[in-house]
C-alpha cells in the first residue's frame, strides 16, 4: 500500500472541517493563495486539467531546476524554511504545487501521491518555522519538505509519513466520537478522494483500534522536528472545540517533550485562535 496516497486522500477527504483553512494559514493566509490562483488560472486551463495537475507539472523536473517563478513564490509561502533552501531543485515543488492546486478548488484524485507529499512538506516547513529561535531549533531542514536524495532518506520519509497518518487517525479519537457509523463515513470519503480498496481497508481497521498515543510519543521522543510536525498533523485532524481534544493536544506536546511556546507558535501557523 502507497502511505502517501492514502494520506493524499485523507487531505482530499477533510480530517475536520477546519483542515483545509488551517493548511491555508499555514502557507501564509488567503491574500498569496488568490494572488498565485489568478496568474495561474489561464495555463491550468490550457493544461486541460486542475491547478494541482497544473502547478505539480510545472514545478517538476525541469522547473523545479530553474528555481525561479513559481518556485520562488511557494518557496515564499513556506517563510523562513523555504528561503531556507531558496528554490533549489531538491525542494519538494511537485507536492506542494499539488497540495495548493487542491486548496484552490482544482485538485483531482490522479493526484493523491503528490498531495501526501506536499503535507509533509507542508508540515515539514511548519515544524522549521515553530522551532526556529527555539532551543530546539532544527540544525537542518526537516526531511519531507526536500526530495529525499537516497534510498535510506526515502524510506525514512514513507515512515515518517506513515507516523503522521497514524497521529491524524489517533486524533479524531480523542472525543470519542468514531464509532462504527463515523467509520464508515470516513471510509466512504477517502474512497470518493481515490483511495484504492487496501487503503480503505487499512483505515478502518487504524479506525477501530484503540487509541496509540503513547506509541506515537515515543516514536519522536528526542526528535523536536518529527515531534512538532506530528503536533500539527493532530491540528489539521480535529477541531479542538471540546475539552477532550484541548487535552489530548496537552497530552501529546507534553508527552513528546514539545515546549508550550513551540506548539502555540504551530498553532498560530495553522490559524488557532487562543482559547
Sequence with gaps: MNIGELLGAMVQAGMSPSAADRMRSSLGGGGALDSLAGMLGGQSQKAGGGLAEALSGMLGGSAAQGGGGLG????????????????????????????VGALLGGGGKSV???????????????????????????????????????EAEATELERNAELILRTMIDAAKADGRID???????????????????????????????????????????????????????????????????????????????????????????GLQPA
Design 72 to 99: 520562488e513564490i511557494l518557496s515564499g509561502m513556506l517563510g523562513d524554511a523555504g528561503r531556507a533552501v531558496g528554490g533549489k531543485q531538491n525542494l519538494a515543488l511537485g507536492g506542494l504545487g499539488a497540495l
Design 112 to 150: 493523491g501521491g503528490a498531495l501526501g507529499g506536499g503535507l509533509m512538506a507542508l508540515l515539514g516547513a511548519m515544524a522549521f518555522n515553530a522551532l526556529k529561535g527555539s532551543a530546539q531549533q532544527p540544525q537542518q531542514i526537516p526531511l519531507g519538505l526536500l526530495e529525499p536524495q537516497t
Design 180 to 270: 462504527e457509523r463515523e467509520a464508515d463515513r470516513l471510509v466512504a470519503k477517502i474512497r470518493d478522494a481515490g483511495a484504492d480498496a487496501e487503503a480503505q481497508r487499512y483505515l478502518m481497521a487504524r479506525l477501530q483500534e484503540p487509541m496509540e498515543t503513547e506509541s506515537l510519543i515515543a516514536a519522536v521522543r528526542g526528535k523536536p522536528d518529527l515531534a512538532a510536525q506530528v503536533y500539527g498533523a493532530a491540528l489539521l485532524a480535529i477541531e479542538v472545540d471540546t475539552p477532550a481534544e484541548r487535552a489530548y493536544l496537552d497530552r501529546l506536546a507534553a508527552g513528546m517533550g514539545l515546549p508550550r511556546e513551540v506548539a502555540g507558535r504551530i498553532e498560530e501557523l495553522v
